[in-house]
Structure formats: structure tokens, C-alpha cells
């Protein structure tokens, strides 16, 4: 029985860009310049522990957290590739302090800029579990033709024009949404491009998996508290106890759950009370590719998406995946905690 037909990212963008006659194309240019960043960085991935890109940089990020090598190694190529880009007008980065701006004749008139946390889960490094690539790509508000502006990168995730990420595990995904919907491109390592293996991706309405930090859980409100005992409880009518799974990495678990269902919860707690994941590099384009696939995000005062960022670094708590799953944990977080 002859093989199906795969299909490339490159084609699969094309044939998505050609159902909107005014599209100029230029998103799918961002795109391909992302996997191209994404094959680059899987290729050194792929060799750590035979080079000498394991263990500590030396260096802190802005947050105060230490950078790893592959840290730094990721962040100069996502740099390097958008700089060449003609359709990237500026980038921001969780591993630089401040917004970057390509200020050359192209980059002016460019409509997007991306923002990214170049590698997440880079704790998981050296024990070899999933870790990932975050995008989010918005259109910028600035004027063209002139240099854009930190409001470009302040922006809620509801304006966000795609956003997806490159996870490097068993095999090498991208996966991207647009408000087309949510797709899946695996890694064909024998032609190097990646090839469309789960189309339109649906995140189910229930799920059996919550994924959270429970060794924090002495740090949590009420109201978490209250929650994981609720996943925990054996109620044969309610299809319970849920299993818990947790990674460690956000691009890891996350993946698992908009494919299995389940739910991802990173909650304030005393030593965050603004919760400890950053808003514009991982819960922004995480919530818009799980709304996207039907699913749900939410902080404590409602949709991440809704949240008008006032910093580049903000923080949020997040609770998102399965619609009826993050539903019952609000239900819980909302009846017990104070909002704040």
C-alpha cells in the first residue's frame, strides 16, 4: 500500500495563506524562519553530551535565574535568524533584559514582532527530559516605517496573530495556532523539514491528568489546596481520582495535555504571589494555542488572554487545558481565595 503524501510545513502554510486572497504572506515567512531556528536548535539538542554544551552558563537571566548553556546557545540563534529576517521588526527574548529593535530599512516596514522563551525546561538539560522552544508573534501597533516600540511588545494575548512551540523530546514537533486553528508538524529527520502529522489538534473537554509543583502545595491558598484534594478523592461517579504528572517543563507538559487533556496549573503561592511564569514568553501564546484548540486559560482574576500586560517580565498564575477541568479548578480557586 503506497505511503500518504507528506506534507511540509512550507506547503501546508502556503495552502493556509492562499484561502485569504489580501494575505501578503509574511506570517509564513516568520514561520519557516522559526522552524529553521527550531532544526538548528534540535540538531545541538541532539548532541549534548557528546559536545560541551551541558550543565551552567556562568551567567543569571533577568529573572535572577541561572542560565544554561543551551540557554544562551538558543537565545543567539532565535536572535540571529529574526535579524536576518525581513519580516521581523524587533524581538524580546525572557533571557534579555529589554526588547531588541532591528532598526535597518526592512525590519521598519515589517508588521510583526516576535517574542520568545528561547528554551523552556532548561532545569531538564542534563537528565534528557522534554524541554521546548515558546513563540508568540503579534502585529505591531507602531507606525511602519519607523523603528517599533515596547507597546508593539505589550500587548494582551488576544492579539496575538499565531503563537506556538517547538518541543524537543522522543521526536521533534513544532506545533503552531492561528485563529485558523491548531496543527502539529513532526521532524522528518531522513529530508530535514517538518511534516504535518497532527492536523487540526483538539484539546479534549475532559481529561484524567492535572499537572502541577504538589511539593509547593504548603505554600498554596486554600483554595489550590482544597482543589488537589478534590483530584485526589475517590469518587467512582465522577470518574475519579485523577492522575498527577508533572515535568517540570511547561512546553512538556503541555503538549501532553492538549493532546491527552488534562490540566497545567502554576498558581501564586507565598514566595510568588504573583505567580512565577512569565505572562508574554510562555502563558500568553501557551493560552491562545489551547483556546485555539478548544480548550481554556485562566489566571485568579479571569482569561490570561484578556490581561493587558505592563512589563515585559510580568508574571501571572495560570491554570489552563481540558475546558471543564479548568472550570472545576476556578471553582475552587474563586469560592476560597481572595481575588487579587
Do not use: W
Amino acid at each position: 500500500m503506497p505511503q500518504s503524501k507528506l506534507i511540509t510545513m512550507d506547503e501546508f502554510t502556503i495552502q493556509e495563506t492562499r484561502k485569504f486572497p489580501q494575505a501578503t504572506g509574511e506570517l509564513s515567512t516568520l514561520l519557516r524562519d522559526i522552524g529553521l531556528a527550531g532544526k538548528i536548535i534540535n540538531k545541538q539538542v541532539r548532541r549534548a553530551g557528546l559536545e560541551d554544551i551541558l550543565g551552567k552558563h556562568g551567567a543569571t537571566n533577568v529573572q535572577g535565574e541561572e542560565q544554561m548553556k543551551l540557554d544562551v546557545y538558543s537565545n543567539d540563534i532565535m536572535i540571529d535568524i529574526f535579524m536576518n529576517s525581513p519580516e521581523c521588526a524587533g524581538i524580546a527574548s525572557e533571557e534579555n533584559d529589554d526588547h531588541v529593535c532591528y532598526e535597518d530599512t526592512f525590519s521598519a516596514n515589517s508588521k510583526y514582532v516576535v517574542l520568545f522563551d528561547p528554551l523552556d525546561g532548561s532545569s531538564n538539560i542534563d537528565v534528557n527530559a522534554p524541554i521546548g522552544t515558546i513563540f508568540a508573534i503579534y502585529r505591531r501597533v507602531s507606525e511602519l516605517g519607523k523603528p517599533c516600540t515596547k507597546e508593539d511588545f505589550l500587548q494582551p494575548g488576544n492579539r496575538l496573530m499565531a503563537a506556538g512551540y517547538v518541543i524537543y523530546g522522543s521526536s521533534t514537533m513544532m506545533v503552531y495556532a492561528t485563529k485558523l486553528g491548531v496543527n502539529g508538524f513532526t521532524l522528518e529527520p531522513s529530508i530535514g523539514e517538518f511534516c504535518l502529522s497532527h492536523p487540526n489538534i483538539k484539546c479534549p473537554e475532559n481529561g484524567k491528568i492535572y499537572s502541577i509543583n504538589q511539593g509547593n502545595s504548603s505554600k498554596y491558598s486554600d483554595g489550590m489546596k482544597a482543589y488537589l484534594d478534590y483530584c485526589m478523592e475517590n469518587k467512582k461517579e465522577e470518574n475519579r481520582p485523577y492522575s498527577h504528572r508533572y515535568i517540570g517543563s511547561m512546553v512538556g507538559d503541555l503538549h501532553r495535555t492538549l493532546i491527552k487533556g488534562g490540566i497545567f496549573m502554576y498558581p501564586a503561592d507565598k514566595s510568588s504571589t504573583k505567580g512565577k511564569l512569565r505572562l508574554q514568553y510562555e502563558c500568553n501564546p501557551m493560552a491562545f494555542i489551547v483556546e485555539a484548540a478548544g480548550g481554556k486559560a485562566m489566571c485568579n482574576t479571569g482569561n490570561i488572554l484578556d490581561i493587558v500586560p505592563t512589563e515585559l517580565h510580568q508574571r501571572t498564575p495560570i491554570f489552563i487545558g481540558s475546558k471543564n477541568m479548568v472550570n472545576k479548578a476556578m471553582e475552587f480557586v474563586m469560592e476560597k481565595e481572595v481575588v487579587g
